[in-house]
């Protein structure tokens, strides 16, 4: 199948050091990649880049057969290409309902509307609340997320992520800071995405990363060390290598 | 599901009454105010006239600090465009109709709001107030140099409004001029309600909080916080504009650093981010300086200092915004 997603020969350098070095990697439609490595392997960074956050020094990145390198992130968010992040940024005053709700309506193109409410508009509230409902924060909608706990507001960050209705989906730990009495429902919406849809997945806990992935991606220090099966992954010497010392802590990070 | 879906719309449904009502008693103590002011001080019109035009002004920067969080020290060069404008046309074309000259304010003020918008939002921080105070000196600088268009430092003189819709004649009392103000500041107090919360309000607000996200959602940054300009500029302008239909003269401090910087001070002193903040602010300073000016000529500048130290100090979110979450902490006690 063609790539949706296309990233070649990628590289960051931060005073001096290559923390993402020659990554190249694509993705088709349908995809389930995890991409998993040591703390500071570069795979935030890496989403950056991708994302237009941050500019790389040098290489490309297409979509959908689009060279989008020298687009801003606000570009290449219209485009398709859509992340979550792993600090969850959220607007503190703000409720998870009316966020959602600008998510749905920047996606539908109605976000620019001056005289009109968001709460008159029957469509917008019934799908954020679903969505709200789905990740288990519906109770929430009409707080102020600076009033909510963390681990829900790792559940909004994901909500924000799937009602923008990308082609392209990149989680950072989308699990992570959330208890464990609510990985299922992180697990169980992930699960339920459109199964055109290329999802990359950063995650510490394997045994997520198992039940999701079906193709595995290593960095470590910012190159690609493993680009395979979930079977191979944990036999792969250089994985092993990559890990040691650090793999018994990773697993216990989530 | 269903039950979930009609328990919320209930509750969407009671939230918006909510709202409405919150912005029904928001008008009615406006007017209230109004008609106590004007029975109470028949002879001060005038300076309750000013008060509403500057009120404006305030309006207007709240828009982009308080709601966009930009740091402006020149949101004057709006106000003066607005006057400048409408005592323009005036005074060399002819157009002395109240309602073209305050069209031709408005437009004049969102034209100056889109070109400081243009300057001021390529920096950040101390940078774009450093921007921001350069534009009002270029701005007051060049009106005093086209003194043909401007009477320069003199002020724009022979501005002579027509009687409004051919029926209310602009009074030595200032009657007219007053009630005219507090029509224009309901009208723009209830479109700026509607915008603050509308999507497009959303959008503005949540720049302010993270602009990062923001552009994760695929909504332009700029885009947003220029057309917030330009809407600032257009309620900036209203406000000069009705300070010159009203003073029937216009003169350059209406395009002066220091009256952006005492319209900051008015609105830190109510509070930023709400409309109301803007114009209790507007109310309480301006009227704290006038009492003050003329029971103490001498030191009213430091009395004036002092409450605005003891504000920042001691009710930091603003007059009130600090009595609203004083409203909300006992709000919750009480639930
Ligand atoms: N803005 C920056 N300036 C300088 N160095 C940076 C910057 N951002 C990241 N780094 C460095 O780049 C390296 C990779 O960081 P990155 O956050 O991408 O790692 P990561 O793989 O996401 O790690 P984790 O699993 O802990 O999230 C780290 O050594 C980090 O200190
Ligand atoms: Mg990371």
Known sequence: ?254 | MALLANSDTISTAGDRRARLTRDAIGVLVILVLAAVGYFLFPNNLALLTRIIAIALLVLSLDLVTGYCGVATLGHAALFGAGAYGAGIAAAHFGITDPIAMLAVGIVAGALAGLVSGVVVLRAHGLPQLVLSIAIVHLAHEAANKASGWTGGSDGLAGIMPDAVFGLWQFDLWGRTAYVFGIVLLLVAFVILRQIVRSPFGMLCRGIKQDPVRVRAMGASVHGTLIKMYAISGAVAGAGGALNAISTQVVGLDSLSFTMSAEALVMLVLGGTGSLYGALIGTISFLWFEDVVSAANPFHWLTIVGALLIAVVLFAPKGLYGSFAAYLERRGRKGR
């Open chain 1, 1 to 254: 199948m063609s790539a949706i997603f296309d990233v070649r020969n990628l590289k960051k350098m931060f005073g001096g050091l290559a923390v993402t070095n020659d990554v190249s990697l694509s993705m088709a439609p349908g995809d389930r990649v995890a991409l998993i490595g040591p703390n500071g392997a570069g795979k935030t960074t890496f989403v950056n880049l991708v994302t237009g956050n941050i500019l790389p020094n040098s290489g490309t990145v297409t979509l959908g057969g689009e060279d989008v390198t020298r687009l801003g992130p606000t570009e290449r968010v219209r485009r398709g290409l859509v992340r979550s992040f792993q600090v969850t940024r959220l607007f503190s005053e703000m409720t998870p309902e009316e966020h959602v709700a600008l998510a749905i309506l920047q996606r539908e193109g109605r976000s620019g509307k001056m005289f009109a409410s968001h709460r008159a508009m029957p469509d917008v509230m019934n799908e954020a609340q679903a969505l709200l409902a789905k990740l288990g924060i519906a109770q929430l909608a009409h707080h102020r997320v600076s009033e909510i706990a963390y681990g829900q507001q790792r559940l909004l960050e994901l909500a924000l992520a799937l009602a923008l209705k990308p082609k392209v989906l990149l989680l950072d730990e989308p699990a992570a800071g959330v208890p464990q009495s609510d990985t299922a429902r992180i697990e169980q919406a992930i699960a339920d995405l459109p199964s055109d849809l290329a999802v990359l997945m950063i995650e510490h806990d394997m045994d997520l990363v198992f039940r999701f992935a079906r193709r595995v991606i290593v960095l470590a220090a910012g190159e690609i060390i493993f680009d395979g099966s979930p079977d191979a992954v944990t036999k792969d010497a250089r994985v092993r290598q990559a890990y040691l010392g650090s793999y018994a802590d990773a697993r216990s990070v989530a």
